[in-house]
Each structure stands twice: as C-alpha cells, then as structure tokens.
T-cell receptor, first 117, second 115 residues
Framework: EPEVTQTPSHQVTQMGQEVILRCVPI?????FYWYRQILGQKVEFLVS????????KSEIFDDQFSVERPDGSNFTLKIRSTKLEDSAMYFC???????????????FGAGTRLSVL | AQTVTQSQPEMSVQEAETVTLSCTYD???????LFWYKQPPSRQMILVIRQEAYKQQNATENRFSVNFQKAAKSFSLKISDSQLGDAAMYFC????????????FGTGTRLAVRP
C-alpha cells in the first residue's frame, strides 16, 4: 500500500541552524500538509500546499518557515534559523482531494523528530 | 475556533474485551467531518474511521465503531474484541466542511492492550 515517506526519522541541529525536513507524498496526491507535535501537546496544523503555492497557513508558520515541492515528488519544510521551541515531531500528510469534499482523507508519514540543541 | 478534547490520556483494555475512547469537540459550524487516527509506536498515523456530521448513522469499520452525538458534540470510538495490534496512540480530529482542509487534533489517548 502506498505510504507517505519522511526523512530523516530524527534530526538533531544546533540553535540558529537551517534544517530541511523531507517528505515524499503518495504519488497521485495533489494536496500536501505539514503538522507538528511538541512533546506532550496536540498535533498542530502548520501549512497546506497545492499547485505549488500555500493554500493556508497557521500562526505558527511564520517567516522562518517555508515549503516547496522542488522536483514534483518531494515536499520539503525548511526552518531557516531553528529555535529551541521548534523541537517537535513534524508530520507530513498528503491527500487526493481538497478539504471541502468528503473525499479529502489525509495520509500521514511517520514523522521526523527534530531536536534543537 | 474549533477545539478537540480527549480527556483520557491513557486507557487499558484486556485482549478480546471492548474499550471506548472519548472525544468531545467545540464548533459553531453545522457541517464538518470527524476522524479517529491510530498511531502505532514509531509508525505513521492511520485513519481508523470517519464520520460526516450530516449523517445521523454512526460509522462502523469492522471492529471499530463510533458513537456520534452531534448535539452533545461528542464522538467516541468503540473498539470491540480488542487485539494486541490495537495498542497505539489514538487521535480524534475535526475538519470543517466549509473553510479549509486542516485537521484539528485532540491530545491523544494511549491505549494499552493486556494479553
């Protein structure tokens, strides 16, 4: 069964460094998402992406964050200058249809644990 | 803004028994979708079951069923004949049917299954 793949599974970085989290969505999916979960807290929406542009973003997704789909298969989340509070599990998801229809089912990857030291 | 609350951080069930996980939500919308996702250790979240708010009939998927009480804004998950493979973190999630496609999650319930 097709899966959303995220790499790496664990990323350790120093505060202030740039990190790129990578995701390979399911191949025929058109809608892409990033969520994050700080330890002990809720899974929170960061951003949705369609047709090479951001559809929606949360307050968390500030100028330090960016997303792109550079080659038609990968979907990346970049954090320009990491902060301690960026330490979290980051989940990528993809879907075939957009949310207003019942067909939008988001399929998730296993996540990347980001540790900022 | 919508919120989702899961009041049970941890639950435990004996193998072959039935367990119910609770979820409540708050919204002013009348049309929306509700989901239960399962996350086994170190694995991706998998959709277990979903409910469309305009449907009165409770969704069922094999051993998994929901009790959807729209007026009470309650959406509990019942797992029948629990199996060892059901051990996981379970997340309840909400999605609007009219404004965007983001999921709003609860904090999760960790389910242990005793052999």
């Amino acid at each position: 069964e097709p899966e959303v793949t995220q790499t790496p599974s664990h990323q350790v970085t120093q505060m202030g460094q740039e990190v790129i989290l990578r995701c390979v969505p399911i191949s025929n999916h058109l809608y892409f998402y990033w969520y994050r979960q700080i330890l002990g807290q809720k899974v929170e929406f960061l951003v949705s992406f369609y047709n090479n542009e951001i559809s929606e973003k949360s307050e968390i997704f500030d100028d330090q964050f960016s997303v792109e789909r550079p080659d038609g298969s990968n979907f990346t989340l970049k954090i320009r200058s990491t902060k301690l509070e960026d330490s979290a599990m980051y989940f990528c998801a993809s879907a075939t249809d957009r949310g207003l229809g019942a067909k939008n089912i988001q399929y998730f990857g296993a996540g990347t644990r980001l540790s900022v030291l | 803004a919508q919120t989702v609350t899961q009041s049970q951080p941890e639950m435990s069930v004996q193998e072959a028994e039935t367990v119910t996980l609770s979820c409540t939500y708050d919204t002013s919308e009348s049309d929306y979708y509700l989901f239960w996702y399962k996350q086994p250790p170190s694995r991706q979240m998998i959709l277990v079951i979903r409910q469309e708010a305009y449907k009165q009939q409770n969704a069922t998927e094999n051993r998994f069923s929901v009790n959807f009480q729209k007026a009470a804004k309650s959406f509990s998950l019942k797992i029948s004949d629990s199996q060892l493979g059901d051990a996981a973190m379970y997340f309840c999630a909400y999605r609007s049917a009219s404004s965007g496609d983001k999921l709003t999650f609860g904090t999760g319930t960790r389910l242990a299954v005793r052999p």
